[in-house]
């Protein structure tokens, strides 16, 4: 296994700078030569509007003229996406969801009845 980490950090070190700078360029990503002082650099406009481009997106998605950009990118900033739930929250979760299983069914629920080894042994025999 350290062979193969030290074998992906050697091809990482042997990639070039242009080849990831063309990579972004590729991708569409525009570079501000002047602002870096010879260095190549990606701009970061956090006002960018989206311009030509985001009116492409927004009328094939038929998104509400008065979206911009930065309000669509940033419409779920404030989402909590992670966190800890206790035993009594995730039990109250799958407690409800077999509820709307069963509300969904509309079938009477049909209970299995535990064989034990014995009789089942002597099902295969039956069979």
């Known amino acids: 296994m350290l062979n193969k980490l030290r074998m992906c950090e050697k091809a990482w070190r042997n990639v070039q700078p242009n080849t990831i700078i063309n ?3 590729k991708a569409g990503f525009y570079f501000n030569e002047e602002r870096c002082d010879g260095d190549i650099c990606l ?25 911009t950009f ?14 800890l739930l206790t035993d009594n ?4 979760i799958n407690i409800s969801n077999n509820d709307s299983e069963n509300d969904e069914n509309d079938e009477p629920e049909r209970t299995l009845n535990m ?13």
Request: with cysteine; aromatic share 6%.
């Open 23 to 25: 990579c972004f360029k």
């Open 115 to 127: 064989i034990t080894a014995n009789q089942a042994i002597s099902s295969l025999h039956t069979v």
């Open 70 to 83: 930065q309000s669509y990118a940033t419409i779920d900033k404030n989402v909590e996406v992670t966190g």
């Open 43 to 67: 701009e970061n406009n956090d006002n960018d509007d989206g311009g030509y481009d985001w009116q492409i997106v927004a009328d094939k998605l038929n998104i509400d003229q008065q979206t």
């Open 89 to 92: 929250e995730i039990m109250g």
